[in-house]
């Protein structure tokens, strides 16, 4: 099986959220979990390729001329409310929902994060313009200072169950 990474945003252009307090860049951290759901992935038999930028339309052009199957954005979600926390997966069709709830119940089992469930949505770029299998996880709130202590204590955790969440997915076909 044919996996396209996505971390979101490209450190040379737009960073992503930002935490107030810490300066922790969205774009570094998803490019870590990036590399290492990667890793992953490679040891569990599936053939991948990752991609950190900020052309959507390039990023979503070569997933599809490489005939991904399944493409996984990962980011980091932020609210200015600064009490929001919690992990959810974005998808679009029918199999993309499939995706997201292998890897949100992964997450949600491995981990303590706060379920903010599996959300369709039809006006993400990266799901609406990839051919693939496509879903986009928000892992924690960076903008808040727990749920970044969280990612940052599990980021391991989260990638891995993620990574899991692929292969049960893979499985299930």
């Not at 006006?123 to 693939?132: E, F, P």
């Not at 969280?150 to 891995?160: E, G, Q, S, T, Y």
Request: aromatic content about 6%; charged content about 25%.
């Amino acid at each position: 099986m044919k996996i396209f990474i996505n971390p979101g945003h490209d450190p040379r252009v737009d960073s992503g959220a930002v935490n107030p307090n810490t300066g922790t860049r969205e774009c570094d951290v998803v490019r870590q979990a990036g590399e290492m759901l990667a890793d992953y992935l490679t040891n569990a038999g599936c053939e991948v390729k990752i991609m950190q930028d900020d052309d959507l339309d390039m990023v979503c052009a070569t997933s599809n001329e490489w005939g991904a199957d399944l493409f996984v954005s990962l980011h980091c979600n932020a609210c200015n409310a600064h009490n929001a926390r919690g992990t959810e997966t974005w998808y679009k069709s029918f199999n993309g929902q499939r995706l997201a709830n292998y890897i949100q119940s992964q997450i949600i089992r491995s981990t303590t994060t706060i379920d903010r469930g599996v959300k369709q949505s039809d006006g993400l770029w990266v799901l609406k313009h990839t051919d693939a299998v496509a879903v986009l996880v928000e892992m924690a709130f960076i903008d808040n200072d727990d749920d970044l202590e969280f990612m940052n204590a599990n980021l391991d955790k989260i990638v891995r169950a993620i990574a899991r969440g692929v292969t049960d997915y893979q499985g299930g076909i």
